[in-house]
């Protein structure tokens, strides 16, 4: 009798080393599936999120866009920026315009310039005005307003940062 009690243990510890090894098999198995559906779900929450987003996403790459002037080099650059400037001068009826322009002084995409001029009050403020909302890519560092010694005339000294980033063309 104990020997047949015997098989009988071997037996029973036979059937639960088994249904323990296939027990880790399926623990293996339903991690790689539970891992697949994750990854499925957060590629399906992306995929809506784009198509939420898009129109989102392209605006803001676009105003982005617009922060920076973009240029084949930066002498290109520079000589924009300068006509562009006089013809805001010549809009406002601003004097003695000067603009300081130094590439020596560019860190990275970025290049200090200096403006001075003179003129009326208004005039001159409606032409800081407008370098503001036309020009996004000029970002102003300092404005300095002084009062002139003729009458109804100030004088206007304007440092900013001109943002480029330089394209190329075929």
């Not at 866009?65 to 930066?74: A, D, V, W």
């Amino acid at each position: 009798m104990t020997a047949r009690f015997k098989y009988q243990w071997f037996l029973f510890a036979a059937v639960w080393i088994g249904c323990f090894t296939i027990c880790y098999l399926n623990i293996d198995t339903v991690t790689r599936i539970l891992d697949n559906r994750e990854k499925k779900e957060i590629l399906r929450k992306d995929y809506l999120f784009w198509k939420q987003s898009t129109k989102n996403i392209d605006s803001a790459i676009e105003q982005k866009k617009l922060l920076s002037h973009e240029t084949e080099s930066l002498k290109l650059g520079m000589v924009f920026l300068n006509d562009m400037l006089n013809k805001t001068g010549k809009k406002f009826s601003l004097e003695k315009l000067k603009t300081d322009m130094d590439s020596k002084q560019c860190t990275g995409e970025s290049m200090p310039v200096k403006i001075a001029f003179s003129g009326g009050l208004k005039n001159g403020l409606d032409a800081i005005k407008n370098l503001q909302t036309d020009y996004p890519f000029l970002s102003f560092d300092r404005v300095k307003i002084e009062n002139g010694f003729i009458k109804n005339k100030y004088k206007f000294e304007l440092q900013l940062n001109y943002k480029y980033n330089i394209t190329f063309t075929n």
